[in-house]
C-alpha cells in the first residue's frame, strides 16, 4: 500500500505541492491502522491520495481522488436512520456506515470543492458529503458534484439513493 500511495502522491504532486513525501510517509508509519483504511479505501476504488495539510492540526489529510465517485461504494442511502425509514425497495446500505466500517469519513463541502480545485471529479456521478446536524434532523442530506464546469452542493432526502450516488472518503493522519 505504501507504493502505491509514494506512486499516486508523486504522479499527482499538483494536489499537495507543499508536503513533502518523507513527512507523508513518516506518519504513515508511526500510525499502521492509517495504513489499513487506506488500503479499504483503495479496495473499494477511491484511489486515496494526499489532498493538503489541516492549518490548525497540521495533520496530513488524505481523500479519495478518484475521477468519478468510487464504484465500490455506490447506491447506498446517507445514514443508517434513513435506512430504516426506507420500507420499500432500500438500498443494501448506508453511506455513513460504510464510511465507519472503513475507518473514514465522509468528506466535507469544503474539502470536495478543494478536492475539485485539483482537478474534475464527479463529472458523472455524485457523492454525499458530511452533512449539518440541522438539516439532517429535518430528513434531509448533502450531496456534490461537477456539472457544466462547476461545483454544485444540492440535498436530497437521506433516504433517496442512486446508482451513480456514492460517497468520498477522507482520513486525516
Known amino acids: 500500500?505504501?507504493?502505491?500511495?509514494?506512486?499516486?502522491?508523486?504522479e499527482y504532486s499538483l494536489r499537495h505541492p507543499d508536503i513533502k513525501w518523507q513527512e507523508v510517509e513518516k506518519r504513515l508509519l508511526d500510525k499502521p491502522e492509517a495504513l489499513?483504511?487506506?488500503?479499504r479505501m483503495e479496495e473499494t476504488g477511491g484511489e486515496p491520495d494526499v489532498l493538503c495539510a489541516d492549518e490548525s492540526t497540521g495533520e496530513i489529510i488524505f481523500c479519495?481522488?478518484?475521477k468519478e465517485t468510487p464504484a465500490g461504494r455506490r447506491s447506498l442511502c446517507y445514514d443508517d436512520e434513513a435506512l430504516m425509514k426506507r420500507k420499500k425497495n432500500p438500498p443494501a446500505g448506508s453511506a455513513?456506515?460504510?464510511a465507519q466500517?472503513?475507518?473514514?469519513?465522509?468528506?466535507?463541502?469544503?474539502?470536495?470543492?478543494?478536492?475539485?480545485?485539483?482537478g474534475e471529479y464527479d463529472l458523472k456521478t455524485s457523492s454525499w458529503i458530511a452533512t449539518p446536524a440541522e438539516i439532517r434532523k429535518q430528513g434531509g442530506a448533502l450531496f456534490a458534484e461537477r456539472r457544466y464546469g462547476a461545483v454544485f452542493t444540492f440535498h436530497n432526502g437521506a433516504d433517496s439513493y442512486y446508482?451513480?450516488?456514492g460517497w468520498r472518503g477522507v482520513l486525516r493522519v
Open 64 to 66: 479519495d481522488c478518484s
Open 36 to 39: 489499513e483504511i487506506l488500503k
Open 101 to 118: 466500517e472503513t475507518g473514514a469519513e465522509l468528506m466535507t463541502e469544503e474539502l470536495y470543492r478543494k478536492l475539485q480545485e485539483s
Open 163 to 165: 446508482s451513480v450516488r
Open 1 to 10: 500500500m505504501l507504493e502505491t500511495l509514494k506512486k499516486r502522491f508523486d
Open 96 to 98: 455513513m456506515h460504510q
